[in-house]
């Protein structure tokens, strides 16, 4: 880890373009977020051995490690699949957030896996949100609050995509965040190209669930473009930001006491159509947005 | 609160759109799973919603996406065999494995098995799913733990 720096201002996802980007712009960043699973081929949860090491990932990501702050954001730990709290994930990428010197962790609030038999899981192909239930808040503290004492660092959950809302709930997904942090200590990465992509699916106004949220939570902010499928507007990291989600950022950051940092999310295959010059541009605008309300 | 079998059940259903068909024209099919009254009701909303399609389109997206990577040679020879055959690797695999070595394995030793029982005929196939499957063999390293 860079020692001189902190995890704070503006940073990007770590893809494999963003090294060369870095190459030539390197003070377009402050901070990088690490995925720790692109480190690793993951067998599941009864597999022995489970991990197997991608060695080219490591070396990149010890490089840009030497010169950036880096906070980690995991994508394998499916905190809410109705299973045993998966301990070896955390122990994995504990040992890799320590490795790196990260500053947070977060994760989904969501399941990505589901069981396949005693001590075994599979990949479901997506990530699904959690209903938000009395009963699914109760059980899901202890596990939160456990997975915090393991990694030993802010976890921060982030809101997801509700491509299906669900009928019925018990509360909204905001109510249900700012119970979960008052009861726990966990943060939130409230993605705002999520609740963008909500809004245009299904009408659901981010201003409403910004509102509702307990802005203190909010640590870290996910910001993205997105892509149309068919009738879908996806999440699909394909570009800059909507003009809608800039003016949602721009609101929110003097709002988020605790905000520490605004998180550029951009897919590597999207990379050489965005172009380095659109990407430095937009990184631009969101480090204008952040510095207008913190020091340096 | 059933959480497991409501998981479960959405599992089931992002990964086959014919099954989301299925329910669709007759909800009882919900009652195969040990949901409570209200996850029924969610389930059955859930996969009449329009933004089901578009989940069972993100989970062939992000199968596909291991094997396009990995395999880049063999699914360009395989040209518009790819889909159907696709359709029955999955329906024979249901399991997602978004790991890009493990998918890329299963299917190309799947392929290698549907060449070997003369089911495929593209010039070049054998060689490169072969030579693919040795690429992805030096693209990762050893076992750590």
Known sequence: ?296 | MSLEAFQQAVAHYVAAPARCLALRADPALADGFALDARERRRLVAMVAHWGMSYQCTLYRANRLTPLGRSLPRSCALLGADLVPLLERFWASADEAELQFKREAQRFGHWLLERIAAGELRQAGLEAAVREELRDLEGRFGPVVQ
């Open chain 1, 1 to 296: 880890m860079n020692p001189d720096r902190a995890a704070r201002g503006v940073g990007a996802v770590i893809n494999r373009t963003l090294a060369d980007f870095l190459a030539t712009h390197p003070a377009a960043l402050d901070y990088l977020e690490l995925m720790p699973e692109m480190l690793w081929t993951d067998y599941g949860r009864g597999s022995a051995p489970r991990y197997e090491e991608m060695p080219a990932a490591r070396a990149m990501v010890d490089r840009l490690a030497a010169q950036y702050p880096l906070v980690c954001h995991g994508i394998g730990l499916s905190i809410g699949s109705a299973m045993p709290l998966d301990e070896q994930h955390l122990a994995q990428v504990a040992r890799t957030a320590e490795r790196y010197g990260a500053g947070r962790y977060s994760e989904h609030l969501g399941f990505f896996r589901v069981a396949t038999g005693p001590g075994h899981d599979r990949h479901m192909g997506l990530g699904m949100p959690l209903p938000c239930d009395e009963a699914v808040l109760d059980w899901l503290i202890p596990r939160v609050r456990r997975a915090g004492e393991m990694l030993g660092m802010p976890l921060l959950l982030e809101n997801g995509v509700r491509h299906t809302p669900y009928a019925d709930e018990d509360m909204s997904e905001p109510q249900f965040l700012n119970r979960l942090g008052a009861a726990t200590g966990c943060g939130v990465l409230l993605d705002l190209h999520n609740l963008y992509t909500d809004y245009r699916n299904n009408g659901s106004p981010p201003d409403a669930y910004i509102a509702e949220l307990d802005l203190a939570l909010v640590r870290e902010i996910h910001v993205a473009g997105g892509a149309m499928l068919g009738r879908a507007y996806t999440d699909a990291h394909a570009g800059p930001c909507p003009s809608t989600v800039t003016a949602l950022l721009r609101a929110l950051v003097p709002a988020c006491p605790r905000l520490e940092g605004i998180t550029f999310e951009f897919h590597e295959s999207v990379a050489p159509r965005f172009g380095p010059a659109a990407l430095q541009n937009e990184l631009a605008l969101l480090a204008e947005i952040w510095s207008s309300h913190h020091v340096a």
